[in-house]
């Protein structure tokens, strides 16, 4: 099974830097992905760490330690359409459940003027 | 057009009554999944189909059941509605090799 910790609310300033931490425990791990979910909307998806290390895609950073089970999303240069909710999900990695993913409970980030 | 859709996008229905939420794609993937989402529990799978004559129980299948019809259709249905189904509902696809899922708009119901 997995048990997967993320913080429930953060709030922080336009144009500051942002991170959002999760802490996950897993029985088998193959990957874990970031989704930003606009409050009403479908999920979309943010990133993608299957390996340890940064994977940076824009003003969006990435980090995993898989010996750690820790990954966190760092977002620059905060906008006001950034304030959202983020998802960190990990996908199984055993047998009949591959590529199937569960999601932590999701971290709201409000972003103030 | 959207690649995944969702009907009905919102329905008030119910305890006791059978519901049918369906779910379409034109992305051609053969991975398909259902979903709630409730304030507070995040998202939690309820079914996923590997193909349409697979199909497996997620973490929270009862009070559910589903039908893949085809390789573009999945659909998920309430036999008898309760009130703790009230939720956000969302389908999503992948293909047999992609990290990511696709989802669509949800449907928002809400059983009285």
């Known amino acids: 099974g997995q048990n997967i910790d993320q913080p429930t609310e953060m709030t922080a300033t336009e144009g500051a830097i942002v991170q959002i931490n999760c802490t996950y425990q897993?029985?088998?791990?193959?990957?874990l992905f970031w989704y930003q979910q606009h409050a009403g909307e479908a999920p979309t998806f943010l990133s993608y760490?299957?390996?340890?290390g940064l994977e940076e895609k824009g003003r969006f950073s990435s980090f995993l330690s898989r010996s750690k089970g820790y990954s966190y999303l760092l977002l620059k240069e905060l906008q006001m359409k950034d304030s959202a909710s983020y998802l960190c999900?990990?996908?199984?990695?055993?047998?009949?459940?591959?590529?199937?993913?569960?999601f932590g409970k999701g971290t709201k980030l409000s972003v103030i003027p | 057009d959207a690649d995944v859709t969702q009907t009905p996008r919102n329905r008030i229905t119910k305890t006791g009554k059978r519901i049918m939420l369906e779910c379409s794609q034109t992305?051609?993937?053969?991975?398909m999944y259902w979903y709630r989402q409730d304030p507070g529990l995040g998202l939690r799978l309820i079914y996923y189909?590997?193909?349409?004559?697979?199909?497996n129980k997620g973490e929270i299948s009862d009070g559910y059941s589903v039908s893949r019809q085809a390789q573009a259709k999945f659909s998920l249905s309430l036999e008898s509605a309760i009130p703790n189904q009230t939720a956000l509902y969302f389908c999503?696809?992948?293909?047999?090799?992609?990290?990511?899922?696709?989802f669509g708009p949800g449907t928002r119901l809400t059983v009285t």
């Open positions: 999503a696809t992948s293909d047999d090799y992609s990290y990511e899922q696709y």
């Open positions: 897993t029985s088998g791990f193959n990957g």
């Open positions: 760490n299957v390996l340890d």
């Open positions: 999900a990990v996908r199984d990695g055993s047998g009949a459940g591959s590529y199937q993913l569960t």
């Open positions: 992305k051609g993937h053969d991975r």
């Open positions: 189909s590997f193909d349409v004559k697979d199909i």
